[in-house]
């Protein structure tokens, strides 16, 4: 009877000490990180970024998976119907506070366990350069002053319907008082800056970071950043605000993993991601692409997340794309 007695309380002493040596190993393979945005978007470059500084600190590879479509509630849902077993984290965006009020998914922040936010964008208006220089458009003053005297006619695009860059363009036309024609694009800014540069759309309503290899190969002309300072990589484009108009508007991008996460294993992440952001070498790639690095830790960013759901569907019934309640 002592035997078996002395054999149980071996096993239970095994089992319960099991998920302890698992989570001093964790982790001990890759990690896939989802973005539910298209490459070589804003979102794709920064994860990128983060994920070569977070490797770094977990001494394992993180491979990025694009999980694209319908306006990027894809791969937001896929991230917190991943295993909770920390191998699998993902990029959220200002778009999650936007899919139940427009009916697209119940999935909310509720739905998963954040562990930083990264940046915070803000949108700019840019313009196709041979359009602008066609029609007399210089600044934001001559491009508004265009709008209203073709009202309905200056297309701009701006990823998904009801994301991010789709409400800026409502940002736009409020606060100029002008109509314009919002274009969608469902994988996200990239595609949009592209017809842009090519002469499809007259422009777009996309970050300044997003918009870059295009203004820079002079395809496209920046007018105007919706930011109270002016970006780094383009110190000469004048804010919004110095122009006269108080168009003040961004997206933001945050680390998060599924709802069960274990707990030792989240801080484990955690204090990777509070590492990883002071990282010269992202320091710099985040500066280079004209990213803004704007970190809070885990319970700041639940707190802020909590705080978009109730400001972006307030938002968005002000531009019209849900009823007020």
Known sequence: MKKKLLSLSLALAMIMSLPVTVLADYPDKGITAINPWGAGGGTDNCLRAF????EKQLGVTITVDNLTGAGGVIGHEAIADADNDGYTIGMITWELASYKPLDMSDYTYENYIPLCRVNTDAAAITVNTKWAEENSVTDL???IDYCKAHPGEVTMGGSSSG???HVAGGYLMNAADIEIKMITYSDGAA???????????TGVTVSAAEARSFVESGDLTMLGIMDSVRNDIFPDVPTCEEQGYEILYAT???MAVPLGTDEEIVAKLGEACAAAIEDPEFVEAMANLGQKIDYLDGPAY??????AAEDVPAAMATVGLIEEE
């Open 51 to 54: 994920c070569s500084a977070l």
């Open 141 to 143: 003053a001559t491009f």
């Open 163 to 165: 994301s991010v860059w």
């Open 252 to 254: 933001q991008r945050g």
């Open 302 to 307: 639940g707190e802020y997340l909590a705080g």
């Open 191 to 201: 595609p949009a800056v592209k017809a842009a540069a090519q002469g499809e759309i």
